[in-house]
C-alpha cells in the first residue's frame, strides 16, 4: 500500500463491532473501554524505510541524548531506570532547521492531527458513563488545547529500558490537566544497528501498561 495516513482503516477493533466509525472514532471507542489501543499498519513501506533512514542518520551524528525525568516541566533526578536516547523535533528545529527531518516532520503533523480527531470524539457525551472518556475523571469535556512536539527515541540494546512512570503525573506543570493522549508509533527494524533484523525473542523489548482502576473499588 502507498497509504500515509494513520492508522489505516483496518488496523483498529472497536468492542462494539462498529464498522461505521472513522479511524480515530473507533481508536476512541476503545480508548473509552479499555484506556489504551494498539494498532497497525497506517504508512507504507516506502514511507518507513524514509523515516528510518533519518532516524538512523540523527543517531550516526549523536544528536541523541540520554533521556531524563522532569517534574513540573523541568530535569529531575533519577534517571537510573531510563536508558533510551531521545531527540525532540522542535528542539532539532531550532537548531538546525527542517533539514534531515522531512518525513519526521510529517510523521509528527500526521500523528498531531489524528490526536487531535481522537481527542474530538473522546469529548463526545457518547463515551460517558463507565468509561475512560469525556468526563471519566473531571465531569468537564476533554478539550484538545496543543500538542508536544515529536520526540524520537532509541534504545540501544543489552537490556535497555524505560522503567515504569507516567506520563503526566503533575499536569507537565501546566495550570489544566495537561497531557491526556501519548500515542507511541514504532518504526521497526533497524538492522544498521545490529546487523540484523530486531527479533523479539533475540532482542527483547516490550511494552507494559498499567491502566488505572475505574473507580477507588478497583484499586489495590
Avoid at 489504551?36 to 533519518?54: D, M, Y
Avoid at 501546566?174 to 527479533?199: A, C, H, M, Q
Wanted: charged share 20%; aromatic share 8%.
Amino acid at each position: 500500500s502507498s497509504s500515509s495516513k494513520l492508522p489505516s482503516a483496518s488496523s483498529t477493533s472497536s468492542p462494539s463491532g462498529s464498522s461505521a466509525l472513522s479511524p480515530a472514532g473507533a481508536v476512541a471507542e476503545v480508548l473509552a473501554e479499555r484506556a489504551f489501543c494498539v494498532c497497525s499498519g497506517g504508512l507504507s513501506l516506502t514511507t518507513l524505510e524514509a523515516l528510518r533512514s533519518e532516524a538512523w542518520h540523527l543517531h550516526r551524528r549523536n544528536l541523541l541524548k540520554p533521556g531524563a525525568y522532569t517534574e513540573r516541566g523541568q530535569s529531575a533526578a533519577g534517571t537510573s531506570n531510563r536508558e533510551d536516547h531521545i531527540l525532540w523535533l522542535g528542539d532539532y528545529r531550532e537548531k538546525y532547521g527542517a533539514e534531515g527531518i522531512q518525513h519526521l516532520s510529517r510523521l509528527d503533523n500526521m500523528l498531531e492531527q489524528f490526536g487531535r480527531e481522537v481527542m474530538e470524539h473522546l469529548a463526545n457525551d457518547v463515551y460517558e458513563g463507565p468509561s475512560w472518556g469525556a468526563r471519566a475523571w473531571t465531569g468537564k469535556r476533554f478539550r484538545h488545547s496543543e500538542s508536544t512536539d515529536l520526540m524520537l527515541a532509541l534504545y540501544p540494546g543489552n537490556g535497555a529500558s524505560y522503567g515504569p512512570h507516567i506520563d503526566n503525573l503533575d499536569g507537565d506543570g501546566r495550570k489544566d490537566l495537561g497531557r491526556v493522549l501519548s500515542v507511541v508509533y514504532y518504526l521497526g527494524n533497524f538492522p544498521e544497528i545490529r546487523g540484523r533484523s530486531w527479533t523479539q525473542a533475540q532482542d527483547g523489548g516490550a511494552l507494559l501498561l498499567y491502566p488505572p482502576a475505574r473507580n477507588r473499588s478497583q484499586e489495590s
